[in-house]
């Protein structure tokens, strides 16, 4: 039996943003929908980079403290993204989250977000197999 694979678990319905899109747009859409990350991608649906509460609070704050407007996604986003692909194995992904400290990964196919993976998308994979 061929093992489950990351696009049986993966979440489809990703909040993203768009590289020029403004940092503070970044910051509702994380406040608004109770994220810690949003995937950046291009028009073409490419991952581009990745924005984080992290970025957003070092930046935001320092922006506003300075009385300055926030600035774009694309100067405050991380660009090497660590992903995985949509027909990884489960197994693959649970070792690779073992082994860095993010609670969720983006999911490509090719170069394109189609999807993203979190710890608990694999603990819900687990009860389904072996619970």
Known sequence: MKPASVKDYMSRNVVT???DADLLEAVRLLVLHGLS???VVDRG???VGIISERDCLRDAFQASYYAERGGKVRDYMTSAVESVF???SIF???KKFQERPFK???????NHLVGIISRRDLLRALLR???
């Open 37 to 39: 990350a949003l995937p």
């Open 129 to 131: 197999h072996w619970g």
């Open 86 to 88: 949509s027909e990884d």
């Open 45 to 47: 649906g490419a991952l």
């Open 17 to 19: 943003i768009a590289p």
């Open 104 to 110: 969720r990964f983006p999911v490509l196919l090719g």
């Open 92 to 94: 693959d992904v649970v």
